[in-house]
Structures are given as structure tokens and as C-alpha cells.
Nanobody, 115 residues
């Protein structure tokens, strides 16, 4: 059974940094695209950043230049380095891992940025 577990959320002041990590276990196969999404209270879930198996990245305009996504294919992990955090980055952050036509999601980790 594939399991996706996020870690690294927390409370930080505006301008600070946090690093999120995600581990995918329970599979022998490397994931295709992996990514981070977030959902703020009262808002729809949105894509923050994604990275393909080959390393191509995609970022939401709101985080470009501040967030960096990276992955380790051998370990099926994906990280999100978040710098220059803003109060509007406050949300639950979810890791997604795709394998073929299937998507696997973690339970989410809370990121709170105080002003």
C-alpha cells in the first residue's frame, strides 16, 4: 500500500523560511510527477510546485523566486524549500505523487506565517 507522509510544517514569522519534506513508501517504483499543493481556509486547493522524474519544475506565480522544489528519485522523496514567507502562504500543504494514472496524497502539514 502506497503511503505519502509530509513533515516540516510549523509556525514562522513573515520573511522566515521553512522546509517541507515528503516521503513515499510502499512501492518499488519511482513516482512520475511529484508536487506540493496547498489549501488555505475558505479557498480551493492550489498547486504550489511540481517536479517531474527528469527534474523539470513548475511553480505557481505567487511562489516563484521564493520556493524551490527538489526530489530524490531513488528515495521517492520530494522537498519544498520555502523562503521569504508571507502571511498569505499560510495553508495546509499537501504532497502529491503520481504513478501512471494514479495519484497519491498525504494528509497535509500546516504552515502558518505570522505577520
Amino acid at each position: 500500500q502506497v503511503r505519502v507522509v509530509e513533515s516540516g510544517g510549523g509556525l514562522v514569522q513573515a520573511g522566515g523560511s521553512l522546509s517541507l519534506s515528503c516521503v513515499v513508501s510502499g512501492t518499488m517504483f519511482s513516482m512520475n510527477t511529484m508536487g506540493w499543493h496547498r489549501q488555505a481556509p475558505g479557498k480551493q486547493r492550489e498547486l504550489v510546485a511540481s517536479i517531474t522524474f527528469g527534474g523539470s519544475t513548475n511553480y505557481a506565480d505567487s511562489v516563484k523566486g521564493r520556493f524551490t522544489i527538489s526530489r530524490n528519485n531513488a528515495k521517492n522523496t520530494v522537498d519544498l524549500q520555502m523562503n521569504s514567507l508571507k502571511p498569505e502562504d499560510t495553508a495546509v500543504y499537501y504532497c502529491e505523487a503520481q504513478s501512471g494514472s494514479l495519484s497519491y496524497w498525504g494528509q497535509g502539514t500546516q504552515v502558518t506565517v505570522s505577520s
